[in-house]
């Protein structure tokens, strides 16, 4: 995500996504994709085949990843710190139409991001707004640090986050909530994506025919686990454009469960006890998953968040986060997984387990 500064004055600052990175590159990547199928399509006409395949499949995974980089990375339009509500309010569309807001309660300070990992490999600088949890807001991003410490301070000349709360909580409707028998029920459909998951399909089968086209070269115990993973992202894919399904959580005052219902319905539960903290990661453009983190992972998100984390060690934190437990949510909206977040803190406490 990346977000320029719109407007600042005293008491409020606008941030707008600035989608020119994401269209470049998606730019780029459809020009090379065109390129390649104009490359297939003049090999199965002039003939012979050989080299037609790869190129085809080559060609597929290239364009499907184009439009998906181009039409489906879709951050909040807008981002607000308002100190008159004493909150950060998320907009998707519109600037006068909020979606979501976070109180300035839940953040410990405005600080400056120094040597941020970029996409393209390059580093960046950018402005950080720190929750209490550790997770950080990357709301504005440079490729200067003069310009970064700049951003940060225009910020801290503005905006008060000692600012109390006067702002009306957004409660999402793609939420339902309520209390059954000593446990509370949050349960909301996971919504389909049909051009995303066509072209997830579409990715899986172009790498799918490049596989197949370097079966001499590639092992046998290697070729056919990762062939039947491909055809298996294809087919579960499109599986879900016509088998809806729909995400249940349960807490009571020992464990929370996590069901998905429906077609390939799976279950998650976990000791209310060991669950010391429940992050969305919004600096994360893909990320659409609420982590549910004991007390040493929270402590070790938070180092790696901060920059504090041994370098060395960053296979660990890879390790941690595939490991760590994790509800799904199937393609929601930012807004959407802050209010699901603020809504699990919430019924975590309700049920005597208070968490970051």
């Known amino acids: 995500m990346s977000y320029s500064i719109q407007d600042a004055k005293p008491g409020l600052v606008a941030f707008k996504d600035s989608p020119v990175g994401r269209n470049i590159l998606g730019g780029c990547l459809l020009a090379v994709g065109l390129l390649l199928s104009l490359g297939a399509l003049a090999k199965i006409l ?15 995974l290239i364009l499907s990843g184009s439009i998906l980089v181009i039409t489906q990375i879709r951050p909040p339009k807008f981002l607000l710190l308002d100190d008159a509500k004493g909150a950060l309010i998320i907009c998707e569309k519109t600037m006068d139409q909020p979606t979501a807001l976070i109180p300035y309660s839940a953040f410990e300070e405005i600080r400056t991001a120094r040597g941020l990992p ?17 997770v950080r807001y990357a709301i504005f991003e440079t490729r200067t640090l003069q310009a970064a410490e700049e951003a940060t301070a225009l910020l801290k000349k503005n905006i008060d986050l000692r600012s109390q709360d006067n702002a009306s909580r957004i409660v999402s409707s793609t939420f339902r909530r309520e209390n059954k028998n ?7 459909r ?6 995303r998951t066509i072209l997830s399909a579409a990715m899986a089968t172009g790498f799918s025919i490049l596989l197949i086209e370097s079966y001499d070269s590639v092992p046998v115990f290697l070729f056919w686990p ?28 020992i464990q929370l469960k996590a069901e998905v219902t429906g077609i390939f319905a799976k279950q998650l539960i976990v000791p209310l006890s060991e669950i010391a903290s429940v992050q969305f990661q919004f ?13 040493h992972e929270t402590a070790v998100m938070r180092a790696y968040q901060e920059g504090t984390l041994d370098p060395q060690r960053a296979l660990e934190i890879g390790k941690m986060m595939l490991q760590a437990r994790r509800i799904p949510s199937g393609g929601l909206t930012a807004s959407e997984m802050i209010s699901l977040e603020q809504i699990l803190e919430e019924t975590l406490t309700d049920q005597g387990r208070a968490v970051q």
Request: charged share 20%; with cysteine.
């Open 46 to 60: 002039t003939g012979p085949l050989a080299g037609g395949p790869p190129l085809i499949g080559m060609s597929i």
């Open 226 to 253: 990762l062939q039947i993973f491909l055809c298996a992202i294809a087919v579960l894919s499109l599986a879900y454009l016509f088998y809806p399904r729909k995400q249940v959580v349960t807490i009571d005052r």
């Open 182 to 188: 000593d446990a509370i029920k949050i349960e909301w």
């Open 283 to 295: 600096a994360a453009a893909w990320e659409d998953t609420i982590y549910l983190l004991n007390e």
């Open 190 to 195: 996971m919504p389909v994506r049909v051009l």
């Open 118 to 134: 970029s996409r393209n490999r390059r580093r960046t600088f950018g402005v950080d707004l720190v929750k209490k949890d550790g």
